[in-house]
């Protein structure tokens, strides 16, 4: 298990939202630190679509508490100000 886990640009390319969730949960030891940058643009093939606040709330019902919840503007590959839509 790890002390902390920093997923960069990477929850929305799960098919299974639940599943990663559980996946990141067994990797993160107890006291442990996850830090997550990166918009929620989940693909096609995702079962399940969850907006950041559904995500929060699967992660506190598994007991989890975040020390901070900030929004930071980062761009990706296009422009600041226009959207990627992958439908």
Not at 30 to 48: F, H, I, K, Q
Not at 75 to 82: I, N, T
Request: glycine share 10%; aromatic share 12%.
């Amino acid at each position: 298990r790890f002390d902390a886990i920093l997923t960069c640009f990477f929850l929305d390319t799960a098919d299974d939202a639940s599943k990663l969730v559980e996946v990141l949960d067994g990797l993160l030891g107890e006291g442990g630190v996850w830090v997550n940058v990166g918009p929620l643009n989940w693909s096609g093939s995702a079962r399940l679509k969850l907006n950041w606040e559904e995500m929060l709330t699967v992660w506190r019902q598994r007991g989890y508490e975040f020390l901070s919840d900030e929004r930071i503007d980062c761009d990706y590959s296009l422009r600041r100000g226009l959207k990627m839509y992958t439908e």
